[in-house]
T-cell receptor, first 111, second 115 residues
């Protein structure tokens, strides 16, 4: 069935790069997403990538997709304390349908 | 452009009572999704609706839970006879019908506590 896995915690120092990893099982995934959740808040869509792409860059964010290995990563350059949050990877295998989420990676940024 | 709105933000119910959660999608969005987040877990899909239609309810518990998205007004997620295990954050998301990317925009959530 569909499954999305993420490591639970990541700790980095301010100014370093953060890399959050995600693996998924559904080979028919069409879009993959990264969402950010701050404490007590909803989910903020950060970026997405279509399955026929292997990289997408948006300011400090770089998304890499290895479709063969079903591996997705989010790199945050020059990580700031304001980046501390839970990051969720999600995928969908059809347009307009349900998202399947990973369990989230808690990013802690230390000054 | 106002984002997805949910109310109430916090809801406390005693076991056996009913909970009604409301969601107003972003302007111009006709697709609504409900997700549940249990403590320290990811979001789990519950139901996908368009105006007056349930498109996919594969994530809805078979009993006590129902959802609607009427022609006028917000989408409602209704939980009858709540139990402690229903305590969770319930998130609504919306997307525009013309989006080929399927991106969903989330509301702030309703945190339900069953005592």
């Amino acid at each position: 069935g569909e499954d999305v896995e993420q490591s639970l915690f990541l700790s980095v120092r301010e100014g370093d790069s953060s890399v959050i990893n995600c693996t998924y099982t559904d080979s028919s995934s069409t879009y993959l997403y990264w969402y950010k959740q701050e404490p007590g808040a909803g989910l903020q869509l950060l970026t997405y990538i279509f399955s026929n792409m292997d990289m997408k860059q948006d300011q400090r964010l770089t998304v890499l997709l290895n479709k063969k290995d079903k591996h997705l990563s989010l790199r945050i350059a020059d990580t700031q304390t304001g980046d501390s949050a839970i990051y969720f990877c999600a995928e969908t295998n059809n347009q307009g349908g349900k998202l399947i989420f990973g369990q989230g990676t808690e990013l802690s940024v230390k000054p | 452009n106002a984002g997805v709105m949910q109310n109430p933000r916090h809801l406390v119910r005693r076991r056996g009572q009913e909970a009604r959660l409301r969601c107003s999608p972003m302007k111009g969005h006709s697709h609504v999704y409900w997700y549940r987040q249990l403590p320290e877990e990811g979001l789990k899909f519950m139901v996908y609706l368009q105006k007056e239609n349930i498109i996919d309810e594969s994530g809805m518990p078979k009993e006590r839970f129902s959802a609607e998205f009427p022609k006028e007004g917000p989408s409602i997620l209704r939980i009858q006879q709540v139990v402690r295990g229903d305590s969770a954050a319930y998130f609504c998301a919306s997307s525009p019908s013309t989006s080929g990317r399927g991106e969903q925009y989330f509301g702030p959530g309703t945190r339900l506590t069953v005592t």
